[in-house]
Structure formats: structure tokens, C-alpha cells
């Protein structure tokens, strides 16, 4: 890179759960970096902000340089290279201290922006740092970059990670139903997904579907009350006419009175989230005492967040360009925002991307209309099927070596 005068330089991090593409935005705030004209080097927080208050940053303006290829390779490389971390800062107002930590390691290594890539409970983050920078005084840019396979974050049209991870619950589930189907038994397939309070990435299961497979049959969301006695006559009256069932579930289904369905619910994380366990097993029990087919619950659990083997291009493209545009946006001022993006048009598929205030964000979740669920209750609609199949378009080039494919090694984190 260009030696500048003013020497300002930035430092990404990254938070929450991964994805197969929040890597594409890190590769794309290196790449912003080094096509810019502001900044010198660009710093990795390892672990989140853990790594700026605990001070372990690694240079990846040299890591990027000595190694070939390496923006290539991030691009296409699962899960967080830079380490991740659910800590929540407390408010300021009643705590100062990380804060104070904080830009006071901005101030010594002459940091002019922070990039934060991650969810809801990561923009929560950029939020607070963004008003107490303000509130001191501070001209450094606090900016969001969006990821979560939830989909559920306020003002954009999706978020990067929700297409290859939708891409893959969709192939999961074709793969499953050509499992089931050999069998010319009554059976009941029950497929839970993860999704505690929005069920974009369930509903994908629907993309399944083509001109031989009409599964999954049902499909439950956390957006709809679920009924014990609805749902076994569901699968009762489908059981009349076909061998096999398969039921695509949400694992933050609740009944009317908004207590979840699964088997067990674990503590909460530390931004006061359920973190819960076992909604297939409670339905596959159901139905097993009451209907008395084979029956078995699949949980894709962790598989679903980064299968970079079957990672959407179109996702991979849009999340590397929000990386860019997040510098772009800080050369210009911007700061206290997330990059947002607007689907301008649908055939052909178009987006704008956008700045949007982290306020109207932060602490917020987007639930599927409910004009693109049934009536019922236990399917979508064509309109969700057409905002989502966009979304899962393409497949990237990914190296293999000995038949696995090449990865970005990630010692640093060990």
C-alpha cells in the first residue's frame, strides 16, 4: 500500500454466530483498504471487541500481503477468521470503562474507523460505541456490516449468510426427501432448523420443492402459535394419502401462551437469549404417542451455519461489496450505521446498498409477514418463495486439495 502522511489506519472484528460469508465482508474492507486513500494498515480484533480490550489485534494488511492469494481465499473460507465473542458492553452511562479502554487503544494506534461485522446483538454494539464516541467527542467512524443466517435484522431485505445458509437447508432438505422416499412405509421425517424468533431460514426448506418433490409437507414458524392438536391432524390427514412426511420445524415454535415447544430449554446467553434444544425430539415424541408411525427427528443444528461447500455466489458477491462499501462510507464520515441493502428489482435481481442509522436497528428483529405464511399456518407462500430463490443463485470457485476443499488456516485462533 501507498505510505500516506497521515498514517490513519482502521480495524475490523467480527461477532455472533459465523456464516459462510462473513468472511466475503472482511475480504471486502481489506480490498476497500487497500484500493483506498485514507488508510494505511487495517487491523483484525481477535474474538470481537474482546480482542480490543484485551489488546490482541493481528495486522492484516501484513497477513494479506504475505500470503498468496489471501483475500481470494477468505472470500470462500467458513465461519470467522478473525474469532468471535457474545459480549456485551454495558451502558455507558453507568459504566464508562470499556469504553475509555477502548478509544484510548483507537487514539494510541491512530485507529480513524471500526468496522464490526455481525448480528443484531453486534449492531448493539456499534450502537453504544457509536454514542459515546459522539458523546466525547470522537471523529472516528463506528459503521455495521450486517451477517446473520436469521435474516432477521430491521430496514434491509436480507442480511449476508441467510443465502448459502438457506441454500443449504433447501439441499438438505432434497437430499433428505430422496432418503425418505425409497421407503414404502408410513413414516414421518421431522427436520429442525434453526430460527428462535423469525423462521426465514425454515421457510427455505420450501426451495426444496420441484416438479417430483412436494416436500417438506409441512412447515411450522416461530411467527405462527403452534398447536399440539392442529399439528397432529396435519400429519394424520397427509398420512391417508402419501407414505412418507416430512416437516420442516423452527426451533422457537410456541404455543398461544409463547412457551416453546422444544424439549428443553438451556440458560440464556449473556445478551438474554433462549438458547434452546430439542424441538424435533418433542414432535417426534408427539406424534409416536399418538399416531404411531416411524418417525425420527433430524437436527441440522451447526451444519446449516457455514457449508461453504454449497455457499451462494450471489451471497458471497453482496457481502464482499457491503465490506467495500463500509470503507467507502467511512472515507466519507459516515459513522453510528449499519449498510443496509434494497432490492430495487426482482426480475432481473438488483440491490442498492444504503447507510442506515444503527438506532433503528439495534435490539430489533424482522418476523415474516404474515401475509407469506397460509392461512393454516404450516406453509409459506409463493411471494416468499420468490423473495427468497434469488438469494441462493450461484455457486463460487472453491479450491480443493486431496479432495477437500482450501481453506484459510485459522492457527491464530487456536
Known amino acids: 500500500m501507498t505510505n ?42 481477535i474474538n470481537g471487541i474482546l480482542g480490543i480490550l ?13 500470503r498468496p492469494h489471501f483475500i481470494e481465499t477468505l472470500k470462500t473460507s467458513p465461519a470467522m477468521y478473525l474469532g468471535s465473542c ?24 491512530n485507529i480513524s474507523a471500526f468496522f464490526y461485522i455481525g448480528g443484531n446483538d453486534s ?33 434491509t431485505d436480507h442480511t449476508p449468510g441467510y443465502g448459502s ?32 424468533d423469525a423462521g ?15 416436500a417438506p409437507h409441512l412447515i411450522y414458524l416461530p411467527e405462527v402459535a403452534f398447536s399440539k392438536e392442529t399439528f397432529l391432524h396435519d400429519v394424520e390427514k397427509l398420512l391417508t394419502t402419501k407414505n412418507n412426511v416430512i416437516i420442516a420445524v423452527s426451533e422457537g415454535i410456541r404455543d398461544e401462551e409463547g412457551n416453546y415447544i422444544s424439549s428443553a430449554a438451556a440458560a440464556a446467553d449473556t445478551f438474554g437469549h433462549s438458547q434452546l434444544s430439542g424441538t424435533g425430539k418433542a414432535l417426534e415424541y408427539m406424534i409416536k404417542d399418538h399416531i404411531g408411525v416411524k418417525v425420527r427427528s433430524i437436527e441440522l443444528n451447526v451444519l446449516q451455519r457455514c457449508a461453504s461447500h454449497t455457499a451462494s455466489l450471489t451471497d458471497l458477491n453482496e457481502s464482499f461489496q457491503l465490506g467495500v462499501k463500509a470503507v467507502e462510507g467511512a472515507e ?3 459513522t453510528m450505521c449499519m449498510l443496509t441493502m434494497h432490492r430495487t428489482s426482482q426480475v432481473p435481481y438488483c440491490i442498492n446498498i444504503h447507510f442506515s442509522s444503527v438506532d433503528d436497528i439495534a435490539n430489533q428483529a424482522k418476523s415474516i409477514p404474515r401475509e407469506w405464511i397460509n392461512e ?29 476443499p482450501v481453506y484459510l488456516p485459522v492457527d491464530h485462533l487456536l
Not at 480495524?11 to 480490498?31: D, H, M, R
Open 332 to 334: 466519507q464520515g459516515e
Open 54 to 66: 484485551n489488546n490482541r489485534l493481528m495486522n492484516l494488511s501484513e497477513q494479506s500481503q504475505n
Open 165 to 196: 445458509a438457506a441454500k443449504f437447508v433447501a439441499s438438505s432438505l432434497l437430499e433428505i426427501a430422496h432418503d425418505t422416499f425409497i421407503y414404502a412405509v408410513k413414516s414421518v421425517t421431522i427436520v429442525e432448523i434453526m430460527g428462535r
Open 376 to 404: 393454516a399456518g404450516n406453509d409459506v407462500t409463493p411471494e416468499l418463495l420468490d423473495y427468497m430463490r434469488p438469494l441462493i443463485q450461484g455457486e463460487p470457485d472453491l479450491k480443493y486439495q486431496e479432495g477437500l
Open 86 to 109: 457474545r459480549y456485551k458492553l454495558p451502558d455507558y452511562k453507568e459504566d464508562t470503562e470499556p469504553y475509555q479502554k477502548i478509544f484510548r487503544l483507537f487514539e494510541k494506534m
Open 200 to 214: 426465514w431460514l425454515t421457510a427455505a426448506a420450501a426451495l426444496a420443492r420441484n416438479d417430483y418433490n412436494a
Open 4 to 45: 500516506r502522511t497521515e498514517n490513519k489506519n482502521c480495524i475490523v472484528a467480527q461477532s455472533g454466530g459465523p456464516t459462510a460469508a462473513i468472511n466475503a465482508s472482511l475480504a471486502g474492507v481489506i480490498q476497500g483498504v487497500f484500493c483506498s486513500e485514507s488508510f494505511d494498515t487495517i487491523y483484525g480484533s
Open 123 to 155: 449492531m448493539d454494539t456499534v450502537m453504544k460505541l457509536g454514542h459515546y464516541g459522539k458523546r466525547i467527542g470522537s471523529p472516528i467512524s463506528i459503521i455495521g456490516i450486517p451477517k446473520t443466517i436469521d435474516n432477521d435484522l430491521c430496514i
